[in-house]
């Protein structure tokens, strides 16, 4: 089983659509959990942190189920510019709670958004 | 100018020979990282640096290895290259944020092919 797991999509949604994404983690240490944006041929850079209780930025709103080990990322009133590979990455801690400084990466779900 | 940066942006090379692929950072972060990217694999962590002294292998290091010359350098060889490690190659920084996360900044990537 992968650490980290994502549909791949791809995700074809119009313009103003509301899609979300979901990602399951398999590692219960995982500490920290974050979604990369990628787009083609580029460098990820990071989208957001996500937190236990949840956290919103602008249109993009991340979850976090630790009980069930899974992070969404809502994205609403999609924009064109919304079209990218979207990375979910967690970071694992050990066993006293210090983080390993490493993060694993999901495949990316691709989204692409149409006029 | 770029916080991270890396050359060559583009290599081909051939079989068996030797290639150094280079990176550099001006964020002054200790934490440096060497992946690559396959499609429908995601990044694969191949080493990892977090000080000038500290050399770990990631989950992918055979057939490389790595020079931390300097805090703000960390290089990536593969000695005897072979077609299999075609990919794209991305170093990344990270440096401990105000929330205990380590946050990832990648540099262009670095696009090898091996004929």
């Known amino acids: 089983r992968k650490e980290v797991e994502q549909d791949p999509g791809p995700f074809n949604v119009p313009e103003g659509a509301t899609v979300a994404f979901n990602c399951t983690y398999s590692?219960?240490?995982?500490?920290?959990f974050f979604w990369y944006r990628q787009d083609c041929r580029k460098e990820p850079k990071l989208l957001m942190s996500v937190y236990s209780s949840g956290n919103e930025d602008g249109r993009f709103t991340a979850q976090l189920n630790r009980a069930s080990q899974y992070i969404s990322l809502l994205i609403r009133d999609s924009k064109l510019s919304d079209s990218a590979t979207y990375l979910c990455v967690v970071n694992l801690a050990n066993a006293g709670g210090t983080s390993y400084g490493k993060l694993t990466f999901g495949q990316g779900t691709i989204l692409t958004v149409h006029p | 100018d770029a916080d991270v940066t890396q050359t060559p942006r583009n290599r081909i090379t051939k079989t068996g020979k030797r290639i150094m692929l280079e990176c550099s950072q001006t964020?002054?972060?200790?934490?440096m990282y060497w992946y690559r990217q396959d499609p429908g694999l995601g990044l694969r962590l191949i080493y990892y640096s977090f000080d000038v002294k500290d050399i770990n292998k990631g989950e992918i290091s055979d057939g490389y290895s790595v020079s931390r010359q300097a805090q703000a350098k960390f290089s990536l060889s593969l000695e005897s290259a072979i077609p299999n490690q075609t990919a794209l190659y991305f170093c990344?920084?990270?440096?401990?944020?105000?929330?205990?996360?380590?946050?990832?900044?990648f540099g262009p990537g670095t696009r090898l092919t091996v004929t």
């Open positions: 590692n219960s240490a995982s500490q920290s």
């Open positions: 990344a920084t990270s440096d401990l944020t105000g929330t205990g996360n380590y946050e990832q900044y």
């Open positions: 964020k002054g972060h200790d934490r």
